[in-house]
């Protein structure tokens, strides 16, 4: 009996290390505490009055924590991601190259009313008022500018950036959000590129 009753305890045991290993691989935050110097791609979330948001993040692989290094976020456009835009627009290797964090948020999705479209659902930064589309009757616009400012203060809390180099890019409707924020975030942004976009919002 107490031959079983060790056995019991030993697979019990190896049950519970195996679901924590897990645990920490598939969660990138708990990997990020447990490994000393974590590089490549990693997804965090976060609340943002109530809503959980996504946003990936590349670490350069000569990346050590010793020395303060920029950050650059890249936007999406409409109907994209951050993981679209990690895997796919080379800002990941410019990282490597000149080791800077990049950083790539996603945006929300949305039941819209496209000017030229008409009316479907896909992801948007908000950047209403807009002359290009509009939010249909009961969505309700969440607020960019809040998450964008809450992943600077976490990311910050994780890795040694430079507080004086965070720079954003954006593309499309990544880029009407890049020029908003270049506005609303110029307290900690040293510089904005719009690209591909125009931007409606009295300054």
Known sequence: LL???RSALLLFFSFFVFCSTRAAVN????VHFNTENPTGKLRFTTVVDGITREYYVHIPSS???NIAVPMVFMLHGTSGDGEKFYDSKGWKELADEENFIAVFPSSMRYKINDFDEGFKTTTKWNTTPDTNWEFQPGEKGQDDIKFLRKVIVEIQGKFNID???IYLNGFSNGGQMAAKCSIEM???LAAVAENASSFFLDT
């Open 3 to 5: 031959l079983i009753m």
């Open 27 to 30: 969660n990138p935050e708990t």
């Open 163 to 165: 507080a004086s180099r």
């Open 186 to 188: 110029s307290d900690v």
């Open 63 to 65: 990346y050590t924590g």
